[in-house]
């Protein structure tokens, strides 16, 4: 096949997700096979099964070039629900695997890495459902730790974990010079008195991209701390039952002569009511681009959003999601009144989108009805051309009560 490199390989770039392309692609001709092995092996997922790690690692080990072409590694525990119970062993799934332990040596390429737990959460314990870092052979303990300590990491994505302490947990990255992104979802703790992150003791990551889902543990409070910098932090996210904690980690991240917070995600979930009141002026950081809201009744939360939105604010675009009240929308003639006040001070703003959550078995019919009287309820909203109805199916979501991007 007479065909340039370069197109080759930018037809293989152009095609970087299609993995059944690219192998396709990989057996047409010989000028297609090192690229398309590139975007084949970039991104490997392991789910929990030992088999699966056994043959990657026998993979590895005949094929040593294929090692080096690996940069993101997904390891996923599948638990079903008819498997859990209150006694249930977290060491019996890829903790215990000793593949694993000699695969993460010969990665040497690595800078993501994710450990994901799909199973439900018992939110009231949440242990016997997480995977233990305890429980974990001392090989495998070794191997992820030179992983998180690597100055080559830039992303970490951990979900459903149990360790020792939070002071435990920052430890394991505390010599991440390149980690930029950080996601924490699910992880539970199992000392009972947490000590503070010693002063004498620097932590290295500047993060880019912090989410926190701490729905069962208040962790911000461990991350506020003078030896901990968040001032790069641009996209944060944080689900937190403490409204305090939220801004404080926020504010922590526009100290000094940071710019702060780019794009912010918070979570109100359960009893929107409690949580009126926590949205505070301060949320609304000088450079703040977007902001994205979880609550259960989205259409009061426009109300609240309108009337805190400071008029200077350099806002581009707002996403309120959550459940929505698929009763009649009652028009109330003093929101009309706020959203001229504010948005017409908003200069910057595109889009103001309500992202709709649905049951797996409503109608679209539903939906259409909802709009209808949304778009009556908030006209001034549409008369600017900045209202966006959308809507996400309940189980859409990353095995838990919580949507995409929230884990």
């Known amino acids: 096949m007479d065909l340039p490199q370069e197109l080759v390989d930018t037809i293989l770039d152009i095609l970087h997700d299609d993995i059944p392309s690219l192998k396709s692609c990989s057996l047409a001709a010989r000028t297609f096979v090192i690229s ?22 026998e993979l590895l080990c ?113 010599e991440a010079t390149a980690l930029r992104e950080m996601s924490l979802s699910r992880l539970y ?36 701390n003078p030896q901990i910098d968040l001032t790069h932090v641009r996209t944060l996210r944080v689900a937190t039952p403490s409204p305090e904690q939220r801004r404080k980690i926020v504010l922590a991240t526009s100290l000094r002569h940071s710019r702060g917070v780019e794009h912010l995600g918070t979570y109100l979930a359960y009893n929107f009511e409690m949580h009126i009141s926590d949205l505070s002026p301060d949320l609304f950081t000088t450079n703040l681009r977007s902001i994205h809201f979880f609550s259960l009744l989205i259409v009061e939360l426009l109300g609240v959003f309108v ?63 909802w709009e209808t009287d949304v778009q009556t309820a908030v006209s001034s909203l549409v008369r600017r051309g900045v209202l966006r109805l959308t809507t996400i199916r309940f189980g859409q979501g990353s095995g838990s009560l919580l949507p995409i991007g929230w884990e």
């Not at 890829?94 to 593949?99: D, N, P, T, V």
């Open 62 to 174: 005949s094929s040593p070039h294929i090692a080096p072409l690996v940069e993101d590694l997904c390891i996923t525990s599948v638990l079903e629900k008819f498997v859990l119970c209150a006694y249930l062993d977290p060491s019996g799934d890829y903790m215990s695997g000793r593949a694993l332990s000699l695969i993460l040596p010969l990665l040497t390429e690595l800078i993501r890495i994710s450990l994901i737990d799909t199973g439900d959460v018992n939110h009231q314990t949440g242990l016997q459902y997480s995977r233990s870092w305890n429980k974990m052979e001392p090989p495998l303990q070794s191997a992820l730790a030179n992983v998180f300590s690597s100055p080559r990491l830039e992303a970490v994505h951990l979900c459903g974990l149990v360790l020792e302490s939070p002071c435990h947990l920052l430890s394991l990255f505390s």
């Open 307 to 369: 009337k805190m939105c400071p008029h200077d604010s350099r806002l581009e675009y707002v996403t309120l999601e959550g459940f929505a009240d698929f009763q009649q929308v009652t028009p109330v003639p003093e929101l009309h009144t706020a959203i001229d006040a504010t948005v017409a001070h908003l200069p910057a703003l595109k889009t103001i989108e309500m992202r709709c959550i649905m049951g797996e078995n409503e109608s679209s019919a539903v939906f259409t009805q």
């Open 189 to 224: 703790f199992t000392q009972a008195e947490h000590k503070p992150w010693p002063e004498s003791q620097l932590w290295r990551p500047k993060l880019r991209f912090l989410l926190l889902n701490a729905s069962s543990f208040d962790f911000c409070q461990y991350l506020v």
């Open 36 to 57: 398309a092995r590139k975007h084949i092996f970039k991104k490997i997922e392991i789910l929990s099964s030992s088999d699966a790690s056994q043959r990657f690692y």
